[in-house]
């Protein structure tokens, strides 16, 4: 079956800092991948995604890296701000169309 | 923006009632979804529905159905709630798409639902 799980559960940064958060997924059929982020009270916010033929897609302080030899995805936080706390999870979408979540890690920034 | 609303952000059931969780959204998409969200289990899905009138069973069906009468609606039944039904439910939405046009589901806040 699908697994796609993250490296680490619980990540500290200080504010300012870059944040790296990894996932790594099992089917390298898998086409599209998507990072989201739930606040704590919230539902899952779609934050960036990426296809397959890419490697890299940065949005506005964010960028996705997606290594398909390893299958590993990364998402990047630059100069992260106490309102990235928060958990961030994976999603990986194969090509019969099924998503599949990560459990997810909760960033902390800290002061 | 995308808005998917749930109709209750808390809600406390006892065992044996059947529970109603309703989902709105307002993108005219055809494809909406529910799961539930628990600790350690990150996100498992429960059904599915492609269109109006349409339902699939997801991964962990049992315990549960759904109505799709109108394509913006999408009602989750728990037919007779049990206390390990007890969860975070999420529904999502998103447009129909495969392939090199996949798109990204789009979450309500979620109903932290429990059976007492």
């Known amino acids: 079956g699908e697994s796609v799980g993250l490296h680490l ?3 500290s940064v200080q504010e300012g800092d870059n944040s790296i958060i990894n996932c790594a997924y099992s089917n390298s059929a898998s086409d599209y991948f998507i990072w989201y982020k739930q606040e704590s009270g919230k539902g899952p916010q779609f934050i960036i995604d990426i296809r397959s033929n890419m490697d890299k897609r940065q949005g506005q302080r964010v960028t996705v890296l997606l290594n398909k030899t390893v299958k590993h995805l990364s998402l990047q936080i630059a100069a992260t701000q106490p309102g990235d706390s928060a958990v961030y999870f994976c999603a990986e979408i194969n090509t019969g169309n099924q998503f599949y979540f990560g459990t997810g890690t909760s960033l902390t920034v800290i002061p | ?19 109603f969780l309703e989902c709105v959204q307002d993108m005219d998409h055809e494809n909406m979804f529910w799961y539930r969200q628990d600790p350690g289990l990150g996100l498992r899905l429960i059904y599915f529905s492609y269109d109006v009138k349409m339902k699939e069973k997801g991964d962990i069906p049992e315990g549960y159905s759904v109505s799709r009468e109108k394509k913006e609606r999408f009602s989750l039944i728990l037919e007779s709630a049990s206390t390990n039904q007890t969860s975070m439910y999420l529904c999502a939405s998103r447009l129909p798409s495969g392939g090199v046009d996949n798109q990204p589901q789009h979450f309500g806040d979620g109903t932290r639902l429990s059976i007492l």
Do not use: A, F, H
């Open chain 1, 9 to 11: 559960p619980t990540l």
């Open chain 2, 1 to 19: 923006d995308v808005k998917v609303t749930q109709s209750s952000r808390y809600l406390v059931k006892r065992t044996g009632e059947k529970v």
